[in-house]
Nanobody, 115 residues
């Protein structure tokens, strides 16, 4: 059974930093790409960052060098380091594991950035 459990969200002031974590289980983590998405009410879920099984990364255009995705295969964990957070980064952040024929999602962690 695939499980993705996010943590690390919270309230932070504009300009601050947060690190999100996602612990995965139920599949071969080291051989799987992982990603972070975010969603705000009324908007589609959007890609924040992706990391492949060989550590290639891709980011949403809005990231502009502020976020870093990384993974620790020994801990089955993917991270999202977020710096210079702005109020428009306020969203629920979801961990995603694309698998053959489907996508798995965590329940999300809320990030709120106050101005």
């Amino acid at each position: 059974q695939v499980q993705l459990v996010e943590s690390g969200g919270g309230l932070v002031q504009a300009g601050g930093s947060l690190t999100l974590s996602c612990v995965a289980s139920g599949f071969s983590f080291r051989s799987n790409a992982m990603s972070w998405y975010r969603q705000t009410p009324g908007k589609q879920r959007e890609l924040v960052a992706l990391i492949t099984n060989n550590d290639r990364t891709r980011y949403g255009d809005f990231v502009k060098g502020r976020f870093t995705i990384s993974r620790d295969n020994a801990k089955n964990t993917v991270y999202l380091q977020m710096n210079s957070l702005q109020p428009e980064d306020t969203a629920v952040y979801y961990c995603n594991a694309p698998r053959p024929g489907t996508n798995y999602w965590g329940k999300g962690t809320l990030v709120t950035v106050s101005s």
